[in-house]
Nanobody
Framework: RVQLVESGGGSVQAGGSVRLSCAASGHIYSGVCMGWFRQAPGKEREGVAAIYTGGGSTYYADSVKGRFTISQDNAKNTLYLQMNSLKPEDTAMYYC?????????????????????WGQGTQVTVSS
């Protein structure tokens, strides 16, 4: 059974930085897609960043490109999201998720539909 537990959220001023962590356990092997999503009040959930654990390829939404960095520590089974130059519009609940099918082509095509396992989320609030 896959379990994902996010941590690291909080409140920060615009321009600041936050690093989110996602501790993964269960049957997660190399060659899967892991990602970060966010959902702001009244808005749909959106994919923010993803990584293919088989080779380390990464993908970012345009809204965070150049500011956010996704990374993994295989030894710790942990996924990270380093968020820099934060803006008030980055305020949202952030979720970690995994696509065990490893459908990286879908991610690159913007179809983040195969992520089937989710964490409980961690709140990030950016004040102006």
């Amino acid at each position: 059974r896959v379990q994902l537990v996010e941590s690291g959220g909080g409140s920060v001023q615009a321009g600041g930085s936050v690093r989110l962590s996602c501790a993964a356990s269960g049957h997660i092997y190399s060659g899967v897609c892991m990602g970060w999503f966010r959902q702001a009040p009244g808005k749909e959930r959106e994919g923010v960043a993803a990584i293919y654990t088989g080779g380390g390829s990464t993908y970012y939404a345009d809204s965070v490109k150049g500011r956010f960095t996704i990374s993994q520590d295989n030894a710790k089974n942990t996924l990270y999201l380093q968020m820099n130059s934060l803006k008030p519009e980055d305020t949202a609940m952030y979720y970690c998720a995994v696509d065990l099918s490893g459908s990286w082509a879908y991610v690159v095509a913007g179809k983040w539909t195969n992520f089937g396992h989710w964490g409980q989320g961690t709140q990030v609030t950016v004040s102006s």
